[in-house]
C-alpha cells in the first residue's frame, strides 16, 4: 500500500500514469475478476479515504463513484479484515499530507491513473490470459500460476462453467499465505525428498510447478500421445472415473447427507490429475494440515488427536532455534498420516520426533542446506556422523506401518555436549527409557492362564518398541511369567532368532505368540 501511493505520489508530474492490468470474465451480463482483485480492491480504499476527506469539507474534488462490487462469500471474513487493516495503513499514510497536497494527489488519482481492462467471454480464455501474463511477470506466488493452469485444462467440452466457478471458490476459500505456505513448506519439500531431490536453497518458486502439473483429462498430451497409451496414468484415472460416477449417481442421496461422497485417493507421492482433481488436492491436504495443526490459520481450530509428542513440541515453537527441524517433523509427520492415517500414531510419532530433532542436538548449527542432506541421507560434512538414512524414500516404499515402526534410527553422537538444548535431551532420554523398559502389570500374583497370556501379549507389544540391546530385560519378563524356563540356554536362542537380521520384529512376534499360547495352554 505504502509503496503504490509512493509510486503515485512521485509520478504526479507526468500527464498519466499506468497501473497494471485488469482481466475480466463475462458472465451472463456479470464481469468477474479473474486478475487484478488486489488492484480493484487497493484502489476503491483509496477512494474510499478520500471521499471520507471529501465529505468532511478538508479537498475539494468531483463526486467520486461508487464500484458496484458483489465479492465472493468464500474466505470473505478473512478478506474484510484484511480491507480493514489497509484502509487503516491509507489513513495513516495519507494523514501525513496538508489539505492542498491531498487534493492534488486525489485528483490526480482519479483522473490520471490508468489502469487496462481486458473483457474475455470464455473463462478459459480468461485464465490463459492470467498465465501468459504472470509466467512473464512477477506473480504475488507461484500458486497463482498453478491456479490458472488447472482453471484452463478444465476443458469446456466436458467441465461447465458452473463447475469451474466451483473450484475457484474451493480456491479462494483458504488464504493465500496458507496455500503458499502449504505448497512451499510441505508438498513441494515431501515430492523432493521422497524422491531423493535437493529442495531449492531459494524454496518453492514458479521453476517448480511443473511437478503439480500431471495427468491431462482430455484426449491428448503435450506430447501428442493419447491417454489410451499411457498405461502408467491409467490407474488414476480409474479411480477418478469411479469417484465421478458415483458422485452423479448418488448426487441427491449425498446433497441430503443420506450417502457419504467418497474421495479421491490422494497420495502425496502420486501423479496428479490435472484440473478439478487439483483442486480437490489442495482443498484435502490443506483441510489435512489443519487437523493437526501444521498451518497458521487463525480462528480455525485444530484438531489434533491426544498426543504427548505433539504437546511437547509445540513448547518449543516459541524459540526460533527449532524452526527447520519442527519443519522437517512436520513433513514427515504429514507423509506417515498420508500413508498409514494414524495407525500406532503415537509410536511413529516418537520415531519422528526423535529423527527430526536429532540434528538440533548434534549440531552447533542448522541451517536449510543442512536439513536438506539430512532429510535425503547424504554422508557429507558432518551429518555423516549421524545418518545416512532418507526416511521419506523408506516411508514411500514401505507398505505397512509396522515395517516402518521396526526400523532402526541413528541416536546421537556420544561425545555431544549435552548442557546444550536441555529440554530435547530429556525428550530424547524419556523416549529412549519408555521403550528400553516393559511397561508390564505382572507381577507375583500371575497364575492363571489367562493372567499369563494377558502378560505374554503385553511383552509382544512392547517389543516393537524395543531395539537388541533391550535383550536382558525381555528374558527377565518372559522368565517372570514362565514362558522361558531357562534363561541362559533358551534365553539365548531365541534372543539370536530375534536379531539375527533375517526377520523383522513383526516375524518374530508372530512367533513368539504360538509360543507364548502353547504354553498358556
Known amino acids: 500500500m505504502q509503496q503504490l501511493i509512493g509510486d503515485i505520489r512521485d509520478s504526479m508530474q507526468r500527464p498519466k500514469y499506468r497501473i497494471g492490468t485488469v482481466i475480466l470474465h463475462e ?21 474510499l479515504y478520500l471521499d471520507k476527506k471529501n465529505n468532511e469539507g478538508r479537498i475539494k474534488i468531483d463526486d467520486i463513484p461508487k464500484p458496484d462490487i458483489t465479492p465472493s462469500p468464500f474466505g470473505r471474513e478473512a478478506s474484510e479484515r484484511n480491507i480493514l487493516e489497509n484502509y487503516k495503513a491509507v489513513g495513516e499514510i495519507l494523514s501525513e499530507y496538508d489539505d492542498d497536497y491531498l487534493a492534488t494527489f486525489a485528483n490526480y488519482f482519479l483522473h490520471n491513473c490508468e489502469v487496462i481492462i481486458i473483457r474475455l467471454a470464455r473463462l478459459d480464455e480468461a485464465f490463459q490470459m492470467f498465465d501468459s501474463q504472470n509466467s512473464r511477470g512477477k506473480a504475488l506466488y507461484p500458486t497463482d500460476l498453478l491456479k490458472a493452469f488447472h482453471i484452463r485444462e478444465m476443458n469446456p467440452r466436458y467441465v461447465t462453467d458452473e463447475q469451474r466457478l466451483a473450484m475457484v471458490r474451493l480456491w479462494e476459500d483458504i488464504e493465500p499465505t496458507a496455500i503458499n505456505s502449504l505448497f512451499s513448506d510441505y508438498l513441494y519439500k515431501i515430492k523432493c525428498w521422497a524422491f531423493g531431490n535437493d529442495v531449492d536453497i531459494r524454496g518453492f518458486s514458479a521453476d517448480h510447478i511443473e511437478l503439480f502439473k500431471g495427468i491431462h483429462e482430455t484426449d491428448l498430451n503435450d506430447a501428442g500421445n493419447y491417454n489410451s497409451e499411457n498405461n502408467w496414468a491409467k490407474p488414476f484415472l480409474y479411480a477418478k472415473s469411479y469417484i465421478d460416477d458415483h458422485r452423479n449417481e448418488n448426487q441427491t442421496l449425498i446433497r441430503y447427507g443420506a450417502l457419504q461422497p467418497i474421495e479421491y485417493p490422494f497420495q502425496l507421492d502420486h501423479p496428479i490429475i490435472n484440473g478439478e482433481t487439483f483442486f480437490r488436492m489442495v482443498d484435502h491436504y490443506y483441510k489435512l494440515c489443519l487437523k493437526y495443526d501444521l498451518l497458521d490459520d487463525e480462528g480455525i481450530e485444530d484438531t489434533v488427536p491426544d498426543s504427548r509428542i505433539i504437546e511437547q513440541v509445540r513448547e518449543f515453537d516459541h524459540d526460533t532455534r527449532y524452526n527447520y527441524v519442527r519443519n522437517l517433523f512436520n513433513c514427515l509427520l504429514l507423509f506417515y498420516v498420508d500413508r498409514f492415517g494414524e495407525q500406532e500414531l503415537e509410536r511413529a510419532l516418537k520415531k519422528l520426533f526423535m529423527y527430526a530433532y536429532l540434528p538440533r542436538v548434534s549440531m552447533s548449527q542448522v541451517r536449510r542446506w543442512t536439513i536438506n542432506k539430512y532429510a535425503l541421507g547424504s554422508d557429507s560434512g558432518r551429518m555423516s556422523t549421524i ?15 509396522t515395517d516402518f515402526l521396526d526400523l532402526s534410527l541413528p541416536t546421537p553422537p556420544s561425545n555431544v555436549n549435552r548442557n546444550s538444548y536441555p529440554e530435547l535431551w530429556e525428550m530424547f532420554d524419556n523416549i529412549q527409557d519408555s521403550a528400553s523398559k516393559l511397561q508390564l502389570d505382572a507381577d507375583d500374583n500371575i497364575n492363571t492362564k489367562a493372567d499369563k497370556r494377558a502378560a505374554a ?17 525381555v528374558r527377565e519378563s518372559l522368565h517372570k511369567i514362565g514362558i522361558i524356563r531357562h534363561k541362559r540356554i533358551q534365553g539365548a536362542k531365541w534372543e539370536s532368532t530375534l536379531w539375527d537380521g533375517k526377520k523383522s520384529l513383526s516375524e518374530v512376534n508372530e512367533s513368539l505368540i504360538d509360543l507364548m499360547r502353547k504354553e498358556a495352554e
Open 27 to 47: 458472465d451472463d451480463g456479470k464481469l468477474n475478476v479473474v486478475d487484478g482483485q488486489q488492484r480493484i480492491i487497493t484502489f476503491s480504499i483509496i477512494a
Open 387 to 401: 545418518s545416512k538414512i532418507n526416511l521419506f524414500s523408506y516411508l514411500q516404499q514401505t507398505h505397512r506401518a
Open 457 to 473: 501379549e503385553s511383552i509382544v507389544i512392547a517389543l516393537g518398541k524395543l531395539s537388541p540391546g533391550d535383550a536382558d530385560t
